[in-house]
């Protein structure tokens, strides 16, 4: 998880506070679909478990990780941390699982799917996160860190709990109606003067909307799917001005990713007087296309699911999972969080598709910070990274997409007006 470095131009820094939102928010199934592992159960488990939640037994020893573990994730610049409990379980053939939960507000869990314990050495992964640190010789703490393969991950530590000592898990809050259309309530919009360089953090915490170190630039590429070469005309603070937020809706229920983009985009217009008009502009972009063999990817005929794309271990480099996502969907995540210029579709498809695609990253991509798999999906390293295709040949060989470069026509916001906020 990139929290540090260069200044955010719509890539990495946004990567990791969309990847936040996502581990705070509760919408897990967005990133990944999860399902609650098989465990045994205990009556002193469920004194501090919701209905449905995984129930442990006691460990056989210090080295044993089977039981509840809890810490604090902290997020630079957040008012306060976000507690977590991690929930282990242990099969009859000695192999873990692990449930993680927030404990500050009502959550699917995130499962683990890798759990593993080397000496001192433990590793906890999921497509899209994970949680590597060291086990103290008397097995009552795990000191390590918490991310998504970038970088710079999150210091966190984990006591091993017993279960009439752990922090309860709230009930999960129900979603937003889904054709709710939301605006923020109320909105406090105050200037950061930590000298952070780009955003910090985007998160929903129960139904409050906060951001950390956020400038104009961020909350247009996040609200609208843009690349930060689409956003022109604009004064420079747009992207040197950087703010916190928080917020409530006005409607009951916890908001999905498009119901916060649609919030922001009302925020940006009420508060930021921002007005602007799309043009056509001749730029340098990627041109998304079918390959000459034609798509291979699976429609996913469900209805009423998010669509979902993140970034896990993979065979000599790195996936890119999506599921239930229009080539629209596809297009805005490449051009936000992976290249460096927009990318235009020309594919023609209209269906909604499940995909995974395995690369190797060049200089180019991320921001020159590409993620930093911590493992593959068996939980042993990656293989060496040169043994995946570049991102354009996994395309064409893995999806039967095609994506150049060229010179083309691209949809850009031309700013009309934008004035900073008043302190509030």
Do not use: C, F, K, M
């Given at each position: 998880m990139h929290l540090g470095g260069k200044p955010l131009r719509g890539m990495v820094g946004l990567a990791a506070a969309i990847l936040l939102l996502l581990v705070l928010d509760g919408n897990w199934a967005n990133a990944q679909t999860t399902a609650q592992p098989d465990v045994?159960?205990?009556?002193?488990?469920?004194?501090s478990s919701p209905p449905g939640a995984p129930q442990l037994s006691p460990p056989a020893s210090p080295t044993d990780l089977a039981g509840i573990w809890q810490g604090t994730l902290t997020p630079p610049n957040a008012p306060k941390g976000t507690r977590l409990v991690v929930k282990i379980t242990k099969a009859a053939d000695g192999s873990y699982k692990a449930a993680l939960y927030n404990a500050d507000q009502g959550s699917p869990p995130l499962i683990f799917t890798t759990v593993t314990v080397q000496g001192t050495d433990v590793k906890m992964v999921s497509t899209n996160l994970s949680i590597t640190g060291k086990l103290s010789a008397d097995g009552k703490t795990i000191d390590g860190n918490f991310g998504g393969g970038g970088p710079n991950p999150l210091p966190i530590s984990l006591a091993r709990t017993m279960p009439d000592a752990a922090w309860p898990i709230p009930e999960p809050l129900k979603p937003m109606a889904a054709d709710a259309n939301p605006s923020f309530e109320v909105a406090t919009i105050k200037p950061n003067n930590s000298g952070a360089t780009q955003m910090q953090a985007l998160v929903i915490q129960g139904r409050k909307f906060l951001t950390r170190a956020s400038s104009v630039e961020d909350l247009l590429s996040f609200a609208y799917n843009l690349q930060s070469k689409q956003i022109v005309n604009g004064p420079a603070w747009i992207g040197s001005?950087?703010?916190?937020?928080?917020?409530?809706?006005?409607?009951?229920?916890?908001?999905n990713t498009q119901q916060i983009k649609v919030m922001i985009q009302k925020l940006l217009a009420d508060r930021f007087k921002l007005t602007f008009h799309h043009e056509q502009r001749e730029m340098e972009a990627y041109v998304l296309e079918v390959g000459k063999s034609g798509p291979k990817m699976t429609v996913n005929e469900s209805k009423g699911q998010l669509p979902g794309l993140g970034f896990g271990a993979g065979q000599g480099g790195i996936t890119l999972r999506a599921g239930n996502a229009t080539m629209a969907d596809l297009t805005g995540f490449l051009q936000v969080l992976v290249l460096d210029r927009p990318v235009v579709d020309r594919t023609g498809l209209a269906a909604r598709y499940d995909l995974k695609v395995t690369f190797t990253p060049d200089d180019s991509q991320f921001n020159g910070h590409p993620p930093r798999m911590p493992a593959a999906a068996d939980g042993t390293a990656p293989a060496d990274a040169a043994a995946a295709p570049s991102l354009y040949e996994a395309f064409q060989e893995q999806l039967g997409l095609k994506l150049t470069a060229e010179k083309t026509a691209v949809d850009v916001i031309v700013i009309d007006h934008v004035e900073k906020p008043s302190p509030s």
């Open positions: 045994p159960t205990s009556p002193a488990a469920s004194q001005d950087r703010y916190d937020i928080e917020a409530l809706p006005d409607a009951e229920g916890v908001p």
